[in-house]
């Protein structure tokens, strides 16, 4: 019998994700608060809802077609939820005790979602390549991407559809620039990892019950690799000195960091270093945003 503990991980290198560039070009001190502080976030009940209905269509799918019908969907809702907030006491005392009827509501609300998304769509009639897939890949440059698709589906003639649900309570206008960021950025990987680049990125807007389909060219996502080799060069840049400067903007409402940030009167912490051995993962909630 082997007694050799098992050998660790090797740490992972850092890499760049969609969630974190976007962070780095909203705000340079956003991007150090989350990646090299890693300070911790007190999600909301909106960014939480968004997880369990991106969780909700991912098991979906792992049902039989003619099962992908919105009752079905909706009975999910309840044990996903379970599950997911086992274990994470900062979703749970969202919903403090006292009020049940807090989180019946609450489902209700992702209910809406759910039906919103069976408006736009019939799961039964697709079948996806894959759901909430993790991609990596490396660029010419030496700069690794990785990210998370929420879903990915291929044509029989090889065709490739990248798919993303958007469930969060920022208005559609303020967050589009930064979804098509996040589009082109899967777009990249998948076009470096597969030689194909993708025929549609289309983004689901569960909230106002709206898709918004693009489609993207090689010259396009050569330019956009640049983008990324260079939003990568100024992180590294930033992260050698610790120079993460903050650029207010209307969306430091959606800033959990407000109180630290000079642009709002606060002090940041002692700049810690850059971070090994991966500062730009994501989280959970990043991935439902
Ligand atoms: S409040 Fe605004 S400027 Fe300050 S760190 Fe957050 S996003 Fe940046």
Excluded: N
Aim: hydrophobic share 35%; glycine share 6%; net charge negative.
């Amino acid at each position: 019998m082997d007694d050799q503990p098992p050998a660790a991980e090797p740490p992972r290198r850092p890499a760049l994700s969609p969630s974190r560039a976007s962070d780095f070009k909203q705000c340079p001190l956003l991007y150090r608060f989350r990646a090299v502080d890693r300070l911790p976030e007190v999600p909301t009940r909106e960014q939480v809802r968004g997880t369990l209905v991106h969780s909700v269509l991912e098991r979906l799918f792992s049902l039989p077609q003619a099962e992908r019908v919105p009752g079905r969907a909706k009975e999910l809702l309840r044990p996903v939820w379970t599950e997911l907030s086992s274990g994470r006491p900062e979703w749970t005392d969202l919903f403090p005790g006292d009020d049940p009827g807090e989180l019946h509501g609450w489902l209700e609300s992702a209910e809406r979602l759910v039906d919103a998304y069976f408006q736009l769509e019939d799961p039964r009639r697709l079948d996806p390549e894959a759901c909430e897939l993790h991609v990596e890949t490396e660029l010419g440059s030496g700069v690794l991407l990785r990210g998370y698709i929420d879903r990915l589906d291929v044509a029989p003639t090889g065709e490739i559809r990248v798919v993303d649900y958007k469930t969060g309570a920022a208005p559609r206008q303020i967050g589009e620039a930064k979804a098509m960021f996040q589009m082109k950025f899967y777009a990249v990987v998948l076009w470096r990892l597969r030689g194909v680049v993708p025929k549609q990125l289309k983004l689901m807007y569960l909230t106002d019950g709206q898709a918004l389909a693009y489609t993207p060219d090689e010259a396009e996502l050569v330019r956009f690799e640049r983008t990324l080799e260079a939003i990568w060069q100024a992180i590294l840049r930033a992260g050698r000195t610790g120079d993460f400067r903050p650029s207010p903007s209307k969306l430091c409402d959606w800033c959990s960091h407000q109180s630290r940030c000079p642009s709002f009167g606060g002090t940041p912490p002692e700049y810690p270093g850059w971070p090994e051995p991966d500062p730009g993962d994501e989280s959970i909630l990043d991935r439902a945003d």
